[in-house]
């Protein structure tokens, strides 16, 4: 097998949410001493691509995104410290903080949409759920991310993605990180109402968002 064929594998395993077959093809690829960048971008992130064509055209359904977002998870948990090793990293195009609102605990949503945005080569810090507003807040003056990703499954949490939105405005730290609110309740009515600076109804859309707010930056 050469290295083509490896990648090839590794698309195919993104496609057909093959968790341990990924890690099994990037332990491989360290063995055949690949390099783990050419195996993440022309091997797993081809995959992702390829997934959020087909979810769009509507020949992929939100139970697959999930499996290959999985999947892409975890074959970044195999080569990303063999990146470190080498001293080598990705071109990112962006820092994102995302995480789900206090009180929320609902976490596939999110954490699908900060895989998709870890394969775009985002780099990105996940702080899980129920997360408060002083939390958020005090990652960004940490962080210091060119996006803040909000999540509320729950319409009793909605208020809180404006809290946070508020805080940043009363620290001084609303204009240095660009807001993208997201989450079954959630409309684009709500997220102009709250002044954030996106909305996404899913995880690819939410890709694309990231993509165009950075670009504006």
């Not at 090839?8 to 960048?37: F, N, Q, T, Y």
Request: hydrophobic share 45%.
């Amino acid at each position: 097998m050469d290295k083509y064929d490896l990648f090839a594998e590794m698309k195919a395993a993104v496609l057909e949410g093959e968790v341990e077959a990924a890690v099994d093809l990037s332990r491989k690829a360290i063995a055949m001493e690949v390099h783990p960048l050419e195996c993440i971008e022309q091997g797993f992130v081809a995959g992702m691509n390829e997934v959020g064509r087909l979810f769009e055209e509507g020949d992929m359904f939100l139970p697959e995104l999930v499996a290959a977002a999985e999947v892409m998870k975890a074959s970044l948990s195999v080569l990303e410290p063999e990146l470190k090793k080498l001293q080598v990293t990705r071109n990112i195009p962006g820092k994102v903080v995302i995480g789900t609102m206090y009180n929320d605990i609902h976490d596939i949503g999110k954490d699908m949409v900060a895989s998709m945005l870890t394969a775009a080569g985002f780099e990105v810090y996940n702080l899980g759920v129920n997360v408060p507003a002083a939390t958020f807040v005090s990652k960004v003056r940490e962080i210091q991310p060119d996006i803040l990703g909000l999540s509320a499954l729950l319409t009793t949490t909605m208020p809180e993605q404006k809290k946070v939105i508020e805080v940043l405005e009363k620290e001084g730290l609303r204009e240095s990180v660009k807001v993208i609110v997201g989450g079954a309740p959630i409309n684009k009515e709500w997220a102009d109402s709250i002044g954030s600076d996106g909305f996404a109804e899913n995880a690819i859309e939410a890709v694309k968002v990231a993509r165009r707010l950075v670009e504006k930056r």
